[in-house]
């Protein structure tokens, strides 16, 4: 599995070939069409969450810029910890 480093939520992002800027609202989420796990929800910027066809999932590797990184403190980071842990064990079995 790549190693992988995540966003703040409250992040305001670009994907490549977007033309709106996005704020992510939620890591290691799966999506209800596919049952795919993507690394980050989001929403469009400034709106936020209007509805679930509003609703953006992508990974680190589609963002093409980032504007601003969302707050960031010691419970976020414990908390990253888990998901990125989970994400490798989850990853770990898909290979």
């Not at 995540?6 to 996005?22: A, C, E, H, M, W």
Request: aromatic share 12%; proline share 2%; charged share 25%.
């Amino acid at each position: 599995m790549k190693n992988i480093s995540l966003l703040p939520i409250g992040s305001l992002v670009s994907l490549k070939k977007g033309t709106r800027k996005l704020m992510i609202i939620g890591v290691n989420q799966i999506s209800s069409e596919n049952k795919k796990i993507y690394e980050y929800s989001a929403c469009l910027y400034p709106y936020g969450y209007l509805n679930s066809d509003e609703l953006f999932m992508f990974n680190n590797d589609n963002i093409e810029k980032v504007y601003h990184l969302g707050f960031a403190d010691k419970e976020l980071e414990e908390y990253y910890e888990d998901v990125l842990w989970a994400m490798k064990k989850s990853g770990e079995k898909n290979e």
